[in-house]
């Protein structure tokens, strides 16, 4: 891939109904947040550009509520990064962001980037979810751990930051062999992967 090449890259949010998806996406890409933030049915889309790092992210905010989960952007094979989002006020929320770490381990996209947000650390008072805990079940899993607030901005760049700045790395790393292919150590794999899903 040429340097130049824009790396654009599928961003899915995922967690549970409550959980802040959206209010970080609206904080990250439009700086907004709204106290009465409407629960997301099916998925919202927006991008977002980042010139100095030549990437574009293609973000889709699903909706926490499970009759309503639109999945679809999580089996694309490309480039592409997932933020699990859970409340730190709430034990459960974490517990459904494990099990969505479960999933996406079973889907096993070896260019997938996987961040845990601890959302509403705003909440301090009502935590429930001690950063030691999170960080120790992230490292345990190799996640990206970091805790945010959409409401007063803390580490919300970052977070998105940090998945930027780890994208082209990801893209660079030969890809973990797929059960049947081996790959001889030097070889490059020059063929374009043949997708069976979307
Ligand atoms: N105090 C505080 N409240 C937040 C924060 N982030 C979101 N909220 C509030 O939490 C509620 C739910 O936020 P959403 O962003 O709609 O949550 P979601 O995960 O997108 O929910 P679904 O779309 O139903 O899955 C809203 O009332 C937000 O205002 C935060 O960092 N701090
Ligand atoms: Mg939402």
């Not at 009759?67 to 859970?86: K, N, Q």
């Not at 909440?123 to 490292?139: C, F, G, I, N, P």
């Not at 049947?180 to 374009?192: C, K, M, N, Y």
Request: hydrophobic letters at 40%; a neutral charge; proline letters at 4%.
């Amino acid at each position: 891939m040429e340097l130049s090449q824009q790396t654009v890259a599928k961003l899915v949010l995922l967690g549970e109904m409550g959980s802040g998806k959206s209010s970080l996406v609206l904080r990250y890409v439009k700086g907004q947040f709204f106290d009465y933030q409407a629960s997301t049915v099916g998925a919202a889309f927006l991008t977002k550009t980042l010139p100095e790092l030549n990437v574009k992210f293609e973000i889709w905010d699903t909706a926490g509520q499970e009759r309503y989960h639109s999945l679809a952007p999580m089996y694309y094979r490309g480039a592409a990064a997932a933020v699990i989002v859970f409340d730190i006020t709430s034990a459960d929320s974490l517990n459904r962001a494990k099990s969505w770490v479960r999933e996406l381990q079973r889907q096993g996209n070896p260019n997938m980037i996987m961040a845990l947000a601890g959302n509403k650390a705003d909440l301090e008072a009502q935590r429930a979810v001690s950063t030691e805990d999170a960080q120790a079940y992230a490292t345990e899993n190799g996640l990206f751990f970091i805790e945010t607030s959409a409401k007063t901005a803390a580490n919300v760049n970052d977070l998105f930051q940090e998945i930027a700045t780890r994208l082209p790395k990801a893209e660079a790393v030969p890809q973990a062999p797929q059960p049947g292919i081996v790959l001889s150590q030097g070889t490059q794999e020059l063929a374009p992967r043949k997708s069976v899903c979307c």
